[in-house]
């Protein structure tokens, strides 16, 4: 991937990551030359918060590849079940490498200070700079000067 952002949403600051990502899903539309917009992608690249299987029961359904490492505890877990634990989780080690496609920009947006610290009363103003930092990513990307 180019790490430009699809899609965004906001949530308090004390709530998790991983129980946003099938609202986030949901709300993912990347156009196409002709027909509608394309709704699945062909991977969802995670880190190991985002390996519950409800999550994982998702992907599977909707045929998208989940390319989220187990966590230690999980699979010591499954270990112990024996045969009733289940397969182990088949991870891409070469998709897993462009995850960090995704830190490096979680990186950039974070050198706005206003969006680092979090200092914005209202939700509104901080999706604000969130739409603004990726309109500025998506132009920066399609313009053809350098």
């Known amino acids: 991937g180019t790490g430009l952002p699809l899609v965004s949403l906001i949530t308090p600051g004390q709530a998790g990551d991983s129980p946003m990502l099938l ?84 990186a950039h947006l974070k050198q706005w200070r206003g969006l680092a610290t979090r200092y914005d009363k209202y939700a509104i103003i901080y999706r604000a700079a969130v739409v603004l930092n990726a309109v500025l990513a998506w132009s920066k990307r399609l313009s053809d000067m350098p």
């Open 23 to 106: 609202p986030l899903l949901e709300q993912l539309r990347v156009t196409r030359p002709v027909g509608r917009p394309r709704t699945r992608p062909a991977a969802v690249l995670g880190d190991k918060a985002y390996s519950s299987r409800a999550i994982r029961t998702h992907l599977r359904a909707r045929g998208i590849k989940a390319v989220i490492p187990e966590p230690a505890d999980q699979q010591g877990h499954r270990r112990r079940r024996g045969a009733r634990g289940g397969r182990p989780v088949s991870l891409d080690a070469d998709a897993y490498k462009g995850r960090n496609v995704i830190e490096r920009q979680y």
